[in-house]
């Protein structure tokens, strides 16, 4: 096989050279995640009370040049969000994700917030000169760190000691499987477990599967072995020592039904990070280009310390808010609108249905003290494992419910005598 078939680079999209000359659908909601989660993650640990910090540091570790010639996504989003309606002006469609840490830096800063201090790396000369000059005007009397372009795994010793046991929010947003290996995501969890904070990386499904595809093909030429090997080692490092004892097996037994493999690899790589990393909760969310499709582009995989704040309070509604967006996608007439509008309906409440008597289950095994109804939804949005699956309010109405059938009990009620999210609840049968 020529080195050129060898290469993986015709097969993926995504790590070309015209990466940044127009943004694409799934790279504009990766962003939109990303720019709520860096405002959460600021204004929650950000500021003077003992849980707090004055300083927080964001790290882009695939920063990629800041902007793309032709974007999408961000200022009707923006513009359209009564929360953040107020930034209309601050950030733009071409933006991409360290120029959205900058923008927020600046914002906070204005705002007297909190330092955000950015670190940024990106091994490509080009990319890293280009990078360095759409951050220039932004920087002034902010605190960023470009590196000189080097790989991220030869960055990560400079890096970790730069951050200053500040709180951090991790951000790895590879092209495909090789970038960052799960050692170094341990590594990561040891610092925010220790000084709080985030990761979120991005996993290439199809890519994982092309690599065992790969990895696993018979020859009797030498190259193509040592090529295998290379499939090999670059897989195994993402997944975890010795793993492909386990996904090459896997391979054999999935490969013939679409999108399984890949679809086991994203829960063994959670799983792995759950038992062996010290984050304390790992969740993901794919990233489609449109509401069916049944491939994801990508899935975002996101390692919490504190899962209860960071995925039952800021994440569960930013994904399904993600959902619903795509959802609506590219339908501005009124009628679409409409139409829309009442199968979205329908399609919450087949699943709040659908729901109900798993969450009744779960109320029965984990209810058995008072709990606050506000800690009780997070409490099921972590065991459902399903972030985004339904927002807060629609778990509140279904406990709600529940509490009107007489299942649970309920004390410190509001004025009205109603069920409030201070309100405690206990399950009675
Ligand atoms: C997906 S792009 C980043 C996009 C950017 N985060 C954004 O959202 O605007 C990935 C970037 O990582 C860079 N890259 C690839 N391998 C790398 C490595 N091992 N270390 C650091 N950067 C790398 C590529 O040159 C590319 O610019």
Same mark, same amino acid.
């Given at each position: 096989?020529?080195?050129?078939?060898?290469?993986?680079?015709?097969?993926?999209?995504?790590?070309?050279?015209?990466?940044?000359?127009?943004?694409?659908?799934?790279?504009?909601?990766?962003?939109?995640?990303?720019?709520?989660?860096?405002?959460?993650?600021?204004?929650?640990?950000?500021?003077?009370?003992?849980?707090?910090?004055?300083?927080?540091?964001?790290?882009?570790?695939?920063?990629?040049?800041?902007?793309?010639?032709?974007?999408?996504?961000?200022?009707?989003?923006?513009?359209?969000?009564?929360?953040?309606?107020?930034?209309?002006?601050?950030?733009?469609?071409?933006?991409?994700?360290?120029?959205?840490?900058?923008?927020?830096?600046?914002?906070?800063?204005?705002?007297?917030?909190?330092?955000?201090?950015?670190?940024?790396?990106?091994?490509?000369?080009?990319?890293?000169?280009?990078?360095?000059?759409?951050?220039?005007?932004?920087?002034?009397?902010?605190?960023?760190?470009? #590196?000189?372009?080097?790989?991220?795994?030869?960055?990560?010793?400079?890096?970790?000691?730069?951050?200053?046991?500040?709180?951090?929010?991790?951000?790895?947003?590879?092209?495909?499987?090789?970038?960052?290996?799960?050692?170094?995501?341990?590594?990561?969890?040891?610092?925010?477990?220790?000084?709080?904070?985030?990761?979120?990386?991005?996993?290439?499904?199809?890519?994982?599967?092309?690599?065992?595809?790969?990895?696993?093909?018979?020859?009797?030429?030498?190259?193509?072995?040592?090529?295998?090997?290379?499939?090999?080692?670059?897989?195994?490092?993402?997944?975890?020592?010795?793993?492909?004892?386990?996904?090459?097996?896997?391979?054999?037994?999935?490969?013939?039904?679409?999108?399984?493999?890949?679809?086991?690899?994203?829960?063994?790589?959670?799983?792995?990070?759950?038992?062996?990393?010290?984050?304390?909760?790992?969740?993901?969310?794919?990233?489609?280009?449109?509401?069916?499709?049944?491939?994801?582009?990508?899935?975002?995989?996101?390692?919490?310390?504190?899962?209860?704040?960071?995925?039952?309070?800021?994440?569960?509604?930013?994904?399904?808010?993600?959902?619903?967006?795509? #959802?609506?996608?590219?339908?501005?007439?009124?009628?679409?609108?409409?139409?829309?509008?009442?199968?979205?309906?329908?399609?919450?409440?087949?699943?709040?249905?659908?729901?109900?008597?798993?969450?009744?289950?779960?109320?029965?095994?984990?209810?058995?003290?008072?709990?606050?109804?506000?800690?009780?939804?997070?409490?099921?949005?972590?065991?459902?494992?399903?972030?985004?699956?339904?927002?807060?309010?629609?778990?509140?109405?279904?406990?709600?419910?529940?509490?009107?059938?007489?299942?649970?009990?309920?004390?410190?009620?509001?004025?009205?005598?109603?069920?409030?999210?201070?309100?405690?609840?206990?399950?009675?049968?």
């Amino acid at each position: 096989m020529s080195g050129k078939q060898l290469s993986l680079f015709e097969q993926q999209p995504e790590d070309s050279g015209d990466f940044f000359t127009r943004k694409r659908s799934w790279s504009a909601s990766k962003h939109r995640i990303m720019l709520k989660y860096i405002q959460s993650f600021c204004y929650n640990l950000g500021g003077d009370q003992p849980y707090q910090s004055k300083y927080l540091n964001y790290v882009d570790g695939f920063a990629g040049t800041g902007k793309y010639d032709q974007g999408i996504g961000i200022e009707n989003f923006v513009g359209n969000s009564n929360f953040l309606k107020k930034y209309s002006n601050d950030f733009s469609d071409t933006d991409g994700s360290p120029i959205i840490a900058l923008k927020w830096a600046k914002i906070f800063s204005q705002e007297n917030r909190v330092n955000l201090r950015c670190f940024f790396n990106e091994a490509n000369k080009k990319v890293n000169e280009k990078l360095k000059i759409n951050c220039q005007s932004l920087i002034n009397e902010l605190f960023c760190k470009i #590196y000189e372009p080097k790989k991220f795994a030869l960055c990560l010793p400079e890096l970790m000691n730069d951050l200053e046991n500040y709180p951090t929010l991790f951000f790895l947003d590879t092209f495909g499987v090789k970038g960052v290996t799960f050692e170094q995501i341990c590594l990561i969890a040891n610092y925010v477990s220790q000084y709080k904070g985030e990761l979120f990386l991005l996993f290439h499904n199809i890519q994982v599967a092309r690599h065992a595809g790969q990895s696993t093909a018979r020859s009797e030429d030498p190259q193509k072995l040592k090529a295998a090997q290379t499939y090999t080692q670059n897989l195994t490092a993402l997944l975890g020592p010795n793993s492909e004892l386990d996904w090459k097996p896997k391979w054999l037994e999935l490969n013939n039904l679409p999108q399984h493999f890949e679809r086991w690899a994203l829960e063994y790589f959670k799983s792995r990070l759950l038992k062996e990393s010290s984050f304390r909760g790992v969740g993901s969310f794919k990233i489609r280009e449109d509401y069916n499709d049944r491939r994801p582009q990508y899935s975002l995989v996101v390692c919490s310390n504190k899962p209860e704040k960071a995925f039952g309070e800021f994440l569960n509604e930013f994904f399904w808010e993600e959902d619903k967006l795509l #959802y609506f996608k590219d339908n501005q007439s009124k009628t679409a609108q409409e139409f829309l509008e009442r199968e979205w309906n329908h399609e919450t409440n087949e699943r709040i249905i659908k729901v109900k008597p798993i969450i009744i289950n779960l109320l029965r095994e984990h209810l058995i003290n008072w709990m606050p109804v506000n800690e009780v939804i997070t409490l099921l949005i972590l065991k459902m494992g399903d972030l985004g699956y339904l927002k807060r309010t629609q778990y509140r109405e279904i406990l709600l419910k529940i509490h009107q059938e007489g299942i649970l009990e309920a004390r410190n009620l509001g004025t009205k005598g109603k069920v409030i999210l201070e309100s405690q609840i206990r399950i009675v049968k």
